[in-house]
């Protein structure tokens, strides 16, 4: 398995705006190396008829949480699944999948 991809865990943060107020801004809380592959979708009637947004399977040396917000490409994801923890030799990888947010 081959780290690739660079991706950001960030979480929401605020910041003043200068007038009182505060505007919401992206807070990077890490970065990882990750192995990302998108799944394929079933070729179920329904499915064929929803449109689904696309999943991607992530693993990567670092630990998520279902609270972080994946940062790829310029784009932001939100993970969809309970990250499971596997030990290979001497190291742990986690594997999670996510969706696309649509903002």
């Not at 943060?13 to 079933?42: K, N």
């Amino acid at each position: 398995m081959r780290l690739t991809e660079k991706i950001q865990a960030i979480s929401e943060g605020s910041q003043s705006d200068g007038y009182g107020g505060s505007i919401p801004v992206d807070v990077v809380d890490f970065e990882a190396w990750a192995s990302i592959e998108q799944l394929r979708t079933s070729k179920d009637i329904v499915q064929a008829q929803v449109s689904l947004p696309a999943t991607f399977r992530v693993k990567t040396r670092k630990e998520f949480n279902k609270k972080h917000i994946v940062k790829w490409r310029g784009r932001k994801y939100s993970i969809v699944s309970t990250p499971q923890v596997d030990f290979v030799r001497r190291s742990r990888i986690y594997t999670f999948d996510m969706h696309e947010l649509k903002i």
